[in-house]
């Protein structure tokens, strides 16, 4: 069975870090995994995602410099380091795997999604 778990959100005041992790398990190959965040009110949004290797990252243009993906395929997980945190990151942030063919950040086309993780970023 396909779980995904998500850690280490939390409260920052804005110029902050955090690092998200993502443990994944029940899968038997590598797969693209991804990022998303939604806030209240507001659709979900694909921030980041990286390809069965790591050799392919992408990211949405609000983060790009300050949020970086990565993967551990060893611990069968992905990260998410985000510095320089701003306000309008607060969100929800939930991780995403398995993903079907076309664009990253459409987020139905991901099968297995994560309960999610709050961050919450203050001015």
């Known amino acids: 069975q396909v779980q995904l778990v998500e850690s280490g959100g939390g409260s920052v005041q804005a110029g902050g870090s955090l690092r998200l992790s993502c443990a994944a398990s029940g899968y038997t190959y590598s797969v693209t995994m991804g990022w998303f965040r939604q806030a209240p009110g507001k659709e979900r949004e694909g921030v980041a995602a990286i390809s069965p290797n790591g050799g392919s990252t992408n990211y949405v243009d609000s983060v790009k410099g300050r949020f970086t993906i990565s993967r551990d395929n060893a611990k069968n997980t992905v990260y998410l380091q985000m510095n320089s945190l701003k306000p309008e990151d607060t969100a929800m942030y939930y991780c995403?795997?398995?993903?079907?063919?076309?664009?990253?950040?459409?987020?139905?086309?991901?099968?297995?999604w994560g309960q999610g993780t709050q961050v919450t970023v203050s001015s």
């Open positions: 995403a795997a398995n993903k079907r063919p076309g664009t990253w950040s459409e987020a139905r086309l991901y099968n297995n």
